[in-house]
């Protein structure tokens, strides 16, 4: 059992994380391309700081004093089609000056986006997902070598106590044939 799970262990856990990261490679990479190709990095004009909400019409208070507030401003673009857009978007750098120019990701029609997933990031988060997913593996296959050794181990100890059983009423007595 020990050889087995040993085995298992040291080839098909590290044959699964492979198989693993590989699919979630090719997933991520082919949304990264995806993402290079519908979102663009535009030139922004600062407009104006953007007008801060009063204090305390946040939905989750505790999220204000968790996270630093990044200074939002108002900014004019162009998107690749074409279309004038004007938003509120974080600010380049602090503090923010009107006239300022930085550049935002939108996509096709203007709107802002998240940059796009670059194909380092998503080879290293394919990686990750290959080394958890041979983990994981390698904790099952313990795991089931674990709860069989148990289960041999009970039932030996069932044999021997039955053994005794019908052993000990005779133990030490002469002539009893022990």
């Given at each position: 059992?020990?050889?087995?799970?040993?085995?298992?262990?040291?080839l098909v856990a590290p044959a699964i994380g492979t198989v693993a990261g590989m699919e979630v490679d090719g997933t991520l990479q082919r949304a990264a391309r995806e993402q290079r190709q519908e979102r663009y990095?535009?030139?922004?004009?600062?407009v104006r700081p953007a007008v801060a909400p009063p204090a305390g019409t946040e939905a989750d208070p505790s999220a204000q004093r968790q996270a630093p507030q990044r200074t939002q401003i108002?900014?004019?673009?162009?998107?690749?089609?074409g279309s004038s857009h004007e938003g509120t978007?974080?600010?380049a750098e602090e503090p923010p000056r009107t006239g300022d120019r930085f550049r935002i990701w939108t996509d096709t029609q203007g709107r802002l986006v998240g940059r796009p997933?670059?194909?380092?990031?998503a080879s290293a988060h394919a990686a990750?997902?290959?080394?958890?997913?041979?983990?994981a593996a390698a904790a099952l296959v313990e795991t089931v070598r674990r709860l069989v050794v148990r289960r041999l181990m009970h039932r030996r100890y069932i044999r021997?106590?039955?053994?005794?059983?019908?052993?000990?009423?005779?133990?030490?007595?002469?002539?009893?044939?022990?």
């Open positions: 059992m020990a050889f087995a799970a040993l085995i298992c262990v040291l990095l535009v030139p922004a004009v600062v108002v900014a004019s673009w162009t998107a690749p089609d978007v974080p600010a997933l670059d194909a380092s990031s990750v997902v290959g080394l958890a997913a041979a983990l021997l106590d039955r053994a005794w059983a019908a052993t000990g009423p005779d133990w030490g007595r002469a002539g009893a044939g022990s």
